[in-house]
């Protein structure tokens, strides 16, 4: 371990879980193994510290436990100090000997943790740690926040110390209150507040500052944003239409109370709608709305009014739209009573809200300074799922390309281009109907930035039927056929790339495999001097990103075969930040086994030792001697692959395809692929089942492949 990392809150509300949580995924990004441990738990009798219980959710670390605030008070009441700082070492080094940096949170000051400062301090000085403070303007001036500064680093040794090595601002632009009186059109709960702190004077403390500023982050209500489910829990509230109630999403809360002509332009995606369960005219106008493609973030009936056999009968197309009801006992002001006591910190068992929270605290955060963290560990690097996300966005922004995305209507598709056209991955390129992308957009409550171009398929159709027909010439396609091919938009999509039209395609969300790829192979065709085509896999494991070839074109590859797929796929794991250790896997180590299958694999490491020699090749290698370092010493001592490989190269599709889908689904984890190798412009392939970010990586992906 290099370096610790110690985040001290300066007072309560300063988000010091969310700022804890994006230095990790920051540092994550960077390639650099992170630690964590909070030595004091906050709240008096939890089962979990909040924190730790979060990241023991969405990531595997192992995290040592909290020391409980009872223990903890008791210790120091009975002059014990010394042997609780002893205690909370010997915890933290069971924890954080392997990392390269160790974050360690410090306990927030309360009336209830009067000490927290001094305790913090200690622990700081035990662990020899470096401090980073936590602070938020609150109501302050820039003075009152740079003198509470200046105060802070004199409470934890003085500048002359040195201990204090940077602050974190969080919160910037944060009204000052919340909304905190019921009425009949609660929104500030959870949307952007009208009334603002100016951001400038926070931007003037960087120059006034007594220490150097390494985070300020930006107020963004959308991180509060609650699940359906989490008001229904809050409100201890009956379920009448489950639907969507663990995915839809409350960014307001209106209160129906008055006519509804002075309400419905409430009714909008993410709503929340309050209202008395005998409103039938509220209920059938919010189920309208559902029925008409608007999702409502939740219908919650007040006064233990169950809805009418009728009325659920006719309302019923609505319900199975996803449209979630949920019912309480309590009157319309009672719920809004109640509603003022919700607690808006991330569930630790919403991993979408902390992967976003995550996100946008870690790019907000001085690289440079993160970077920096790292300087002094000679450890090897894993290039960590979150790190090769990261790689990937930002080589995909360097590119800048142009990608055909020929399922323009498909609403995960159309999320995806906007993301990344805001984000500045690719410029996309949605084929599709006018009419039918605008209705999807205005349906998911989304805003078609102008970044994002639209291709009318039957306004452009006409103008590849002949270079189709000259591409296919040999193969006695005619125009008559092609005309018809055409009308498949991944087949007209595919001509735009051949054309050097576009940059690259991504399909899949709606299509086949093969409806994606045989128009790639048939126009696209191979690049210069690639012997054949073959694909790869990225495994996003926990720890690293792995990368399994093929598995997914090639059934029977011979041995020249295989070892072009290996150098292929070597190459392509070093163009995306992973060092190539390659593995060519068999039913057996070395020489231990014979066979036609284990003299193919054995050939193919031959020829591809032969053709790459800067490449680190070996096989025949088992799976398990390929990955696990205990088993590797026994089958394969020798091997410099074996243990820590890092390209699985597979002897067949058979094998190939099996694998990855069993590693996927029996380690729950996220695998992007299949990407096509050996093409002379790349064209990739999505899962049926893929989630938007999948769809955004893969766009990201292939954006770099046209960079290359």
Known sequence: MSRTLMLVPLSARVGITSVSLGIIRGLERNGVSVSFFKPVAEASGSASERSTEILRQVSSMEIPESFSNQHTESMISSGQIAELLEEILARFREGAARADVAIVEGLLPSAENQYANQLNYQVAKTLDAEIVLVATPYRDSTQQLKERLEYAVAEFGGKESKRVVGCII???GAPAELPDAPGADITGVFEHPHRRRSELDILSLYGKSPLRIVGCIPWDAELLAPRARDLADHFNAEIVNYGELETR???SITFCSRSLGSMIYRFT????????GDRPDVIVAASLAAMNGVKIGCLLLTGGYHLEPQLRKLCGPALETGLPVILVNNNTWQTAMLLQTFNNKTPSDDPERIERVQDFIAGHLDNQWLESLSVESARPKRLSPPAFRYYLTELARKANKRIVLPEGDEPRTIRAALICA????ARPVLLGKMRDIHRVVEQQGLHLSDK???VEPSSVREKYVE????????KGLTEVVAREQLEDNVVLGTMMLAQNEVDGL?????HTTANTIRPALQLVKTAPGAQLVSSIFFMLLPEQVLVYGDCAINPDPNAEELAAIAIQSADSAQSFGIEPRVAMISYSTGSSGSGSDVEKVREATRLARE???DLVIDGPLQYDAAVMENVARQKAPDSPVAGRATVFIFPDLNTGNTTYKAVQRSADLVSIGPMLQGLRKPVNDLSRGALVDDIVYTIALTAIQANQ
């Open 170 to 172: 969080n919160k910037v």
């Open 249 to 251: 999403r409350l960014h």
């Open 269 to 276: 995606p993410g709503a929340m709608l309050v209202t008395s």
């Open 422 to 425: 805001e984000r500045g991955i």
């Open 452 to 454: 994002v171009e639209i």
């Open 467 to 474: 270079p189709m027909v000259a591409l296919r010439k040999s």
């Open 506 to 510: 991504v399909s899949g969300a709606v």
């Open 611 to 613: 053709q790459r020699p």
